[in-house]
């Protein structure tokens, strides 16, 4: 796994190649017990999870303070944490032992200082005071459509903040159907490509141009069944 990620990142340090080794550990083991990844393999998960996340890694701003919702086994936040020390972030999930997993994993890795972990969804994360209008970034992979995944991350950024959206070969094709999602949401986005060796992969950034209007995001659940 070491000499895979170390050859597909040669930014990252020998202490941090460390701590993903720690976190590939931690992943497999703590998997027999819950359901974090159908990904085990240490070439994949090197590829498909550890440098997969890392793509976009220049497009966060320095020293963002930044939310990855959804995070589930911590793709792509802890990830960014390792290899970006000047960034905080907080790792959003609805499910709670997920959260537990991710607690014992900063903690082993020394990362708890720069994280915090909330169990909570995403609109309802978005409505909080101590979250709404916070963040210098946003990410999210594999967890909605763009246009789901903008309601639910725009409202957490401050104005001039970017949202991440990891995808795939079909990112222009949701990009596109995005737009009143954007309009809406008063954002704009342009797209990323990058050629990986485990595929194609893009990621749509979106950039808050204005605040948020209060009706957003709606209620838990109404993006996903009426995306905008």
């Known amino acids: 796994m070491r000499e895979r990620l170390a050859a597909l990142c040669p930014f990252l340090t020998g202490g941090q190649l460390g701590q993903f080794e720690?976190?590939?550990?931690?992943?497999?083991?703590?998997?027999?017990?819950?359901n974090l990844t159908a990904l085990t393999e240490p070439a994949e998960v090197a590829e498909k999870h550890f440098a997969d996340s890392l793509l976009p890694m220049a497009l966060v701003p320095e020293g963002a303070r930044c939310i990855d919702v959804g995070t589930g086994?911590?793709?792509p936040g802890v990830p960014i944490l390792i290899a970006r020390p000047d960034i905080?972030?907080?790792?959003?999930?609805?499910?709670?032992?997920r959260l537990?997993?991710?607690?014992a994993v900063?903690?082993?890795l020394g990362l708890s200082a720069r994280a915090k972990l909330v169990h909570a969804r995403a609109e309802d994360g978005a409505r909080s005071d101590a979250l709404r209008g916070g963040f210098d970034a946003a990410?999210?992979?594999?967890?909605?459509?763009a246009s789901v995944a903008l309601e639910w991350t725009v409202p957490f950024l401050k104005v001039g903040g970017v949202s991440l959206l990891y995808k795939g070969a079909k990112a222009e094709e949701e990009l596109s159907a995005a737009a009143n999602a954007l309009r809406l949401l008063s954002a704009s986005a342009t797209l990323a490509r990058y050629d990986a060796p485990?595929?194609?992969?893009?990621?749509?950034?979106?950039r808050k141009d204005a605040k948020t209007p209060k009706e957003y995001p709606r209620k838990a659940g109404t993006?996903?069944?009426k995306p905008l």
């Open 22 to 34: 720690t976190y590939y550990a931690m992943l497999v083991e703590w998997n027999t017990r819950m």
């Open 73 to 75: 086994a911590g793709f």
């Open 88 to 97: 905080r972030c907080v790792l959003l999930d609805s499910l709670n032992k």
């Open 100 to 103: 537990t997993f991710l607690e």
């Open 106 to 108: 900063l903690a082993e």
């Open 139 to 145: 990410f999210t992979r594999a967890v909605a459509s």
């Open 198 to 206: 485990w595929g194609e992969r893009n990621v749509i950034l979106a």
């Open 223 to 225: 993006a996903a069944k």
